[in-house]
Nanobody, 126 residues
Framework: QVQLVESGGGLVQAGGSLSVSCAAS????????MGWFRQAPGKERAFVAA????????LYAESVKGRFTISRDNAKNTVYLQMNSLTAEDTAVYFC???????????????????WGRGTQVTVSS
């Protein structure tokens, strides 16, 4: 079992920046592709970004491309999401997820992810 714990959420003004982190347990962190998803009240959970186990390849939702950056530090068993130029529409609970998928692969499909964190709240004020 993989345990995932998000942190770094909070309140930020529109146009500002925030970075959230996800710490993972286990000794095979680099075997997992990692993803970030978000969910606002009354909305379905939506894909944000993903990264391969090696960190070489990334995938972004169109709504965040150019504003958000996903990265990982396998030595720290941690994946990050740097969020810039935030708007009120970015307000949501942000979840990280782990996918022990085909090596080198990333996906936006929720069903592909095997383990999930409990989420961290990000609120963007307008």
């Amino acid at each position: 079992q993989v345990q995932l714990v998000e942190s770094g959420g909070g309140l930020v003004q529109a146009g500002g920046s925030l970075s959230v982190s996800c710490a993972a347990s286990g000794r095979t962190f680099s075997d997992y592709a990692m993803g970030w998803f978000r969910q606002a009240p009354g909305k379905e959970r939506a894909f944000v970004a993903a990264i391969t186990g090696s960190g070489v390849r990334t995938l972004y939702a169109e709504s965040v491309k150019g504003r958000f950056t996903i990265s990982r530090d396998n030595a720290k068993n941690t994946v990050y999401l740097q969020m810039n130029s935030l708007t009120a529409e970015d307000t949501a609970v942000y979840f990280c997820a782990a996918d022990r998928a085909t090596p080198g692969a990333v996906t936006a499909m929720i069903t592909a992810y095997d383990y999930w964190g409990r989420g961290t709240q990000v609120t963007v004020s307008s």
